[in-house]
């Protein structure tokens, strides 16, 4: 196609022209002037196609200040454009950040230097600087490609989650398995480049269309399909739950390395309400700032709002100390305590078996806060199938701080354990399971996270 730019509108004085070829899939093709053209109206005419060619366009009237036109005329709608500006704060801008520019194909890899991926199909190309450094893969849950085409995911022999070693593995439930992702991961890490680029998240929506790079079927949904033909790794209710969250979690650590948890260093303190004996308690164990869930969204449908006001506090750092006769825990948030809404509304779990296959989520015993200032908090203890009573706690509420205490042998050991995994609740058990600590109130740490204490340095 011709790219050319006019004064004015379509009858004004032509400035440039430029003939692109090979246009890439998703890529963008730019005039540039030097020097800079100064302020003014300007019209961006793309012509002469050749090939299957087309103009990312937006149905609603998305630059106020212009108009889209087609065959010269004014159309409805906007036309994509980036506009490169040559104002200082521009240029601070350009010197400052990296730019790369992105390969969009499946299949053919870097072109040149200096090129990032978007997805690509396994073994992905590594993608060097002009240093000839392996900068940067791309890795993906699945990749809409059959064959060596680009495809939708909703064509027989599409890459979906299942697909690896060539082929989509046919065993019954691998979508919750992660093999194609997995066998992504394996390629980046072997090459170990200074940049992987993970696709996708929340990418929920599915566009259907009548036609697509050449192929017409009946059904044809391109990015998003069913479960295993998708690529999204945020967790979901039902089907494979927060499975590639973490396998996710577990692959980024291998990658980026992870530092050794600290052993705690205890202090000694008493349940009292003053807070300033776990000064000296370290590490200090902390929780994203901000983020106690309160949503109120308008859903597709304008006639479907989706609510969840039940954050409340915001939890942001924890402390634990113990001697040989007891284990103690400290919780602080952002601003004062807001009064208990229900019986559980502040819970303490803790895993002290370090075994996260038994219990409940892997927690053993949990400390219920009190709902009422005269009443004690609660000790309780899972059983196979139920919490039950397993005596008091030792609990001081502050303004903005907690503590609470409990026997060694409360918690069925004779002495400190080598580590004890832990994790603070406020107002997110809804439907008691791990959704919960993900959809609910606020969580520290966050998700299914827990803090590790290491009480017994190897």
């Known amino acids: 196609m011709t790219l050319s730019l006019f004064r004015d509108g379509p009858a004004g004085e032509r400035l440039a022209r430029q003939r692109c070829e090979n246009v890439g899939d998703n890529e963008?093709?730019?005039?540039?002037?030097d020097p800079p053209l100064p302020a003014g109206t300007y019209y961006l005419e793309m012509s002469e196609p050749s090939g299957r060619i087309g103009w990312w366009s937006h149905p609603d009237d998305v630059f106020s200040d212009g108009a889209a036109f087609a065959d010269g005329q004014p159309a409805p709608g906007d036309?994509?454009?980036r506009l490169l500006t040559a104002s200082p704060e521009t240029r601070r801008l350009r010197e400052?950040?990296?730019f790369r520019k992105p390969q969009p194909d499946y299949f053919?890899?870097?072109?040149?230097?200096?090129?990032?991926?978007?997805?690509?199909?396994?073994?992905?190309?590594?993608?060097?600087?002009?240093?000839?450094?392996?900068?940067?893969?791309?890795?993906?849950?699945g990749q809409n490609a059959v064959g060596n085409r680009l495809g939708s995911m909703s064509e027989p022999g599409a890459r979906g989650r299942s697909f690896h070693e060539g082929a989509t593995d046919p065993r019954p439930d691998t979508v919750r398995w992660g093999l194609n992702v997995a066998e992504q991961w394996a390629r980046a890490l072997a090459e170990d480049p200074r940049f992987v680029f993970v696709t996708g998240w929340n990418e929920w929506i599915a566009g259907r269309f009548a036609e697509f790079n050449g192929v017409r079927l009946p059904v044809m949904f391109v990015d998003q399909f069913d479960q295993e033909h998708s690529r999204d790794i945020e967790p979901m209710r039902g089907g494979h739950g927060d499975d590639y969250y973490y396998q996710f979690v577990s692959h980024?650590?291998?990658?980026?390395?992870?530092?050794?948890?600290?052993?705690?260093?205890?202090?000694?303190?008493?349940v009292d309400g003053q807070f300033a004996d776990w000064h000296a308690v370290e590490p200090e164990f902390r929780d994203t700032r901000g983020d106690p869930v309160r949503r109120r969204h308008r859903g597709w449908d304008p006639a479907v709002t989706y609510e969840n006001q039940t954050g409340r506090n915001d939890l942001v750092a924890a402390k634990v100390s113990f001697d040989s006769e007891r284990v103690a825990f400290y919780l602080r948030a952002q601003s004062p305590f807001l009064p208990p809404a229900d019986p559980h509304g502040l819970v303490l779990f803790l895993d002290v078996d370090a075994n996260p296959t038994n219990g409940w989520l892997g927690y053993d015993f949990r400390v219920v806060a009190p709902h009422q200032p005269s009443e004690p908090a609660r000790l309780e203890r899972r059983t196979a199938d139920a919490w039950q009573a397993?005596?008091?706690a030792e609990f001081q509420r502050g303004a903005t701080e907690v503590e609470l205490a409990l026997p060694w042998s409360a918690l069925g050991l004779w002495t400190a354990p080598a580590q004890i995994d832990f994790k603070w609740a406020d107002h997110c058990l809804v439907a008691n399971d791990w959704t919960d600590f993900t959809l609910n109130g606020d969580a520290a740490p966050n998700d299914r996270f827990n803090y590790r204490a290491i009480l017994k340095p190897r």
């Open 28 to 33: 963008w093709r730019l005039l540039e002037f």
């Open 79 to 81: 036309r994509t454009l």
């Open 96 to 98: 400052f950040f990296t």
């Open 108 to 141: 053919q890899g870097p072109t040149g230097p200096n090129q990032w991926s978007w997805l690509e199909v396994y073994p992905q190309h590594v993608f060097t600087n002009t240093a000839g450094q392996k900068e940067q893969m791309s890795v993906g849950v």
């Open 252 to 270: 980024v650590r291998r990658y980026k390395g992870a530092r050794p948890p600290p052993p705690v260093r205890p202090a000694p303190t008493v």
């Open 390 to 392: 397993a005596g008091p």
